[in-house]
């Protein structure tokens, strides 16, 4: 069986990239989905409905044009990996986890512990919180592969 690990959160870092050679390495039976990682493209999704002159509006539909996707791959993942950065506030990936939880779909953290205290209640809620990406793939490892 195939897994489906939905990959949340930060774009500026190749902690994606680590963890698919680290799930490659393994040979562990992994599909990996996300929502756009290219920000531009993101922010302009709403534009296909016509070019907004109010941020609030572009980003509305941008916003609904994405979750066209982010839903559909949440609701259809096996469990996702969230990746919170130090550098800028993902409130998308916030968001991403607490639909995770009111799903019951498992989630991973991935983030540093300089950013325990704020991201307290989506710990909480998480199977599991890993600092880097190649602790994620000894949990998925072990998920996988442990009879």
């Not at 989630?107 to 599991?128: N, V």
């Amino acid at each position: 069986m195939d897994w489906n690990v939905y990959l949340s959160g930060e774009i500026h870092t190749d902690w994606r990239q680590r963890l698919k050679e680290g799930c490659e390495a393994n040979n562990l039976p992994v599909v990996f989905t996300s929502a756009v990682t290219d920000h531009e493209a993101s922010d302009a999704a709403g534009d296909l409905l016509g070019k907004e002159d109010s941020k609030y509006w572009r980003d509305h539909k941008s916003a609904k044009v994405n979750a066209i996707r982010t839903k559909t791959l949440i609701e259809n993942c096996d469990v996702a990996v969230v990746r919170f950065g130090d550098k800028y506030k993902q409130w998308n990936a916030a968001f991403d986890a607490g639909f995770c939880a009111a799903l019951g779909t498992p989630y991973i953290t991935l983030h540093d512990e300089e950013i325990i205290h704020p991201l307290k209640e989506l710990d909480a809620a998480a199977m599991a919180w890993a600092k880097t990406p190649e602790q994620v793939v000894e949990i998925l490892k072990y998920v996988m592969t442990k009879a």
